[in-house]
């Protein structure tokens, strides 16, 4: 048997202390480095004192050495054969360890360079790793119902994709848990970076320090074995050993005690003529060396092998808080300076949370998209004011850039679809699903679109069964290759994004077949300005078009039929018209309008500020709307008054009736504003006395003041409206203000178009 102690050579001391002196570690933290208390052990290494093997090759693995080159190992002279079996003796856990040392440079090349469909240069995986979740079961064996899933949603405002997982587990966590596991994931959504990252752990030795990790990249490997070759993991593993000094029998007993964790990559990727080979030699490896630790990647659409005795697990989308981490960590690698690359992250944040970039956010789930979002905000620190260039990016990379960058051809299923009848089916399955509210469906309704897809190109089959077989495999197709369209539930797919259905949709209208199919899908689209969840689509349809004067102006008049509903509306907007008709202003008449309407309405100035941006200037606004702006603050303070009395409330009442010292009040208006002060108590009184008077006589005196601003001022009428009112006035506030970002957004509008629509805001319809 080997010796349980180790010391280092003459010539071994000095190569471990140049290398101990490159690291510029001292012997304490060397000492912490190998999870030792004290520098003890470390001093005898270096002073060729015999310690524990353990410890010894552990000093060397930190050191980077090889530690049968420092250790003072006795050599007779014997045999070759002898050699041999004492060089055998020496143990497993010398094997491992000299597997390791001797490989670790290679894995550490090979598994911290990202892989990319980027032109630009890419970080390096340590740089930039961001943790990610596994879901225990994958979402595709799940049995559950569209309704279980389309419920989920009923109580936001747009659905949102990872709220639908189900609980998700600490990606090492569940791997530390598993002897044999198989990954799944959609297209760049970090499979490959979690097993380099599992790896590199490895590698390190933060995770299964005794094992010996392989990382093979399926595609590579079948590429690089000669042909005729027999292939077989257990070879391949045998030639590596050989390569590092150990002979093919050390070789075998480490794959018998269980000493190998091997990391299969893309399972997907191999070529049809080679699966069912690689299949069937991972089937025979993991019964035959069972102890080994297995790990596998592959597309979640691909899945259709099932190895005995392996767990199916599936990486989950990122949530917010893993996309923080990515995007700091993305931009600090990428800048080269730390506190540049945090501001720069924190200007991307704050912009991705903006409620208009929610599209552009979901994108950012998905790693490889979240890494295209970060390479765009990049050059300009904004994002594209054309949103669906972004999306057009995001599809391209989907569609081809992420396979082809990896030199994987896939479209033995359907190449005799075109890239454009691929993108045109995609657009149909998004349209007619978006078109039936339709976030999930089955399996059977996007067969059917496909089917009738197909029916219609040239050359196609008529034959019913032949049709529907192919609509299976393009489905399929689709599903593995680009992962546009995910399997929710068992046969309950949708769009991986809502935002790629929403683009498609969009795409789809814009690329009518002619002026006049354009119009009516335009007018169509146009009646849904005023439902939420189609405004996406909409604005995405005015940035695509050539020429959007007729979505808009149908848009307009869509709003403005909505408005003629209700009566009062139409009184109050007809007394704003009348009222600012009266004012002399430097601004928009329809700004002017849009300020008016939210006086008093508990609503914002955002679609006022959108129509004439100096608005905000309130320090040079016109004494009308200064004055309009003090007495609504005066009533609604007033108003909190009655509701619940309190003295400061009082006070801040009194200074904003000051209204003399600030304004140059209309004689009939003074007196009428003095009279009304002159009821109030004085400020001076108890506070027992103030909240008695409030209680008692405030509604009078409240009622008093709202009469003399409608008398002399046509603003804060009691128009008392029931709940549907309420939602309806806020409808109708909301689709102006949408339409107004729509027509200042990049769009071909004519001049005469905007500014008719501008001029014509808010008001009432005859």
């Known amino acids: 048997m080997a010796k349980r102690s180790l010391r280092s050579s003459n010539t071994g001391i000095v190569k471990a202390k140049l290398a101990f002196e490159s690291q510029g570690w001292t012997q304490e933290s060397l000492a912490s480095e190998v999870g030792l208390s004290s520098r003890q052990s470390i001093w005898k290494f270096f002073t060729g004192r015999p310690i524990e093997r353990h410890i010894f090759k552990e000093i060397c693995f930190k050191l980077d050495l090889d530690w049968t080159e420092i250790a003072d190992l006795p050599k007779e002279q014997l045999p070759d054969r002898q050699n041999q079996e004492i060089e055998e003796n020496l143990g497993i856990e010398e094997w491992v360890q000299r597997m390791r040392s001797r490989n670790r440079d290679r894995l550490q090349s090979q598994c911290n360079t990202l892989q990319s469909s980027f032109d630009l240069t890419q970080p390096l995986l340590s740089q930039i790793y961001t943790l990610v979740n596994l879901l225990p079961h994958p979402s595709s064996q799940r049995w559950l ?14 659905l949102d994709f990872t709220q639908i997982e189900s609980s998700t587990v600490p990606g090492m966590e ?9 990954i799944l994931g959609k297209p760049g959504s970090g499979k490959t970076t979690f097993l380099q990252y599992v790896a590199l752990q490895c590698n390190q030795g933060k995770y299964k320090r005794e094992l010996v990790p392989f990382f093979i990249q399926l595609r590579i490997l079948t590429v690089e074995t000669s042909e005729g070759e027999d292939f077989s993991f257990l070879n391949y593993i045998v030639r590596q050993c050989q390569a590092c000094g150990l002979s093919r029998h050390q070789a075998i007993v480490l794959l018998q005690e269980g000493k ?21 030699q991972i089937d025979l490896f993991s019964q035959e060396y069972y102890k080994n630790h297995i790990i596998i990647t592959c597309r979640t659409a691909a899945a259709n092998y099932h ?15 893993q996309i923080e981490v990515f995007t700091k960590k993305w931009f600090v690698a990428t800048v080269g300076n730390e506190a540049e690359g945090v501001l720069k992250a924190e200007q991307f944040l704050e912009q991705l949370k903006r409620p208009e970039n929610q599209p552009i ?12 979002i970060c390479s765009v905000f990049q050059e300009r620190s904004s994002f594209p004011t054309k949103r669906a260039k972004l999306y057009q990016a995001a599809l391209d990379i989907l569609l081809q850039r992420w396979d082809r960058a990896r030199g994987i051809h896939r479209d033995r299923i359907y190449q005799h679809l075109s890239l454009p009848d691929k993108i045109k089916l995609l657009c149909q399955i998004a349209a007619t699903t978006f078109e039936g509210e339709n976030y999930f469906f089955e399996t059977s309704e996007i067969l059917l679109i496909i089917e009738d897809y197909l029916r219609h190109l040239p050359n196609s089959t008529t034959d019913p069964e032949t049709l529907w077989l192919d609509s ?7 599903e593995l290759q680009h992962g546009l369209l995910v399997e929710r539930a068992r046969d309950i797919y949708s769009f991986s994004h809502l935002t790629f259905q929403e683009y498609l949709t969009a795409r789809k209208i814009v690329a009518s077949p002619d002026a006049q199919s354009l119009e009516i899908e335009l007018q169509k689209l146009a009646s849904h300005v005023l439902d939420n969840r189609w405004r996406e689509v909409i604005s995405l349809t005015v940035s695509l078009l050539p020429q959007a004067d007729f979505l808009l102006e149908k848009m307009k008049e869509n709003i403005d039929d909505f408005g003629k509903r209700d009566r009062q509306l139409q009184e109050l907007l007809n007394i704003i018209a009348q009222k600012v008709n009266t ?10 309008r849009a300020f008016y309407f939210t006086l008093l309405q508990n609503r914002d100035m955002n679609l006022a500020v959108s129509l004439d941006v100096n608005l905000v200037n309130r320090k040079t606004s016109p004494i009308e709307l200064n004055l309009d702006t003090t007495l609504a603050r005066a009533f609604t303070d007033s108003l909190h008054l009655v509701q619940n009395p309190d003295l400061k409330k009082f006070i801040n009442l009194c200074f904003s009736l000051d209204l003399e010292s600030k304004f140059q009040l209309k004689d009939d208006f003074k007196q009428a504003i003095e009279s009304l002060k002159l009821k109030l108590p004085e400020p001076t009184q108890s506070k027992e006395n103030i909240q008695n008077w409030w209680q008692l006589q405030g509604s009078d005196w409240l009622e008093q003041f709202r009469f003399l601003l409608i008398e002399y001022r046509q603003i804060g009428h009691d128009w008392n409206l029931s709940i549907e009112q309420q939602k309806l006035w806020q409808t109708y506030y909301n689709a102006n203000l949408f339409l107004i970002e729509c027509l200042h957004s990049d769009c071909q509008v004519s001049a005469d178009v905007k500014s008719k629509i501008e001029e014509t805001l808010l008001l009432p319809r005859n």
């Open 583 to 592: 004012i002399e202003l430097p601004y928009l008449r329809s700004a002017v």
């Open 174 to 182: 569940l791997v530390a848990k598993h002897n044999k596991l198989m």
């Open 145 to 158: 119902e569209i309704s279980d899933l389309q419920n989920v949603h009923t109580e936001v405002a747009r």
């Open 307 to 321: 190895f005995p005795g392996f767990s199916y697990v599936e990486i989950a989308d990122f949530q917010l808080e």
């Open 472 to 478: 299976e495999a393009v489905l399929k197709a689709m």
């Open 260 to 280: 190998i964790l091997l990391l299969l990559d893309g399972l997907d990727e191999i070529s049809q003529q080679d699966s069912e080979a690689i299949v069937r």
């Open 361 to 372: 956010r979901e994108l950012g789930i998905t790693p490889i998209l979240l890494n295209l």
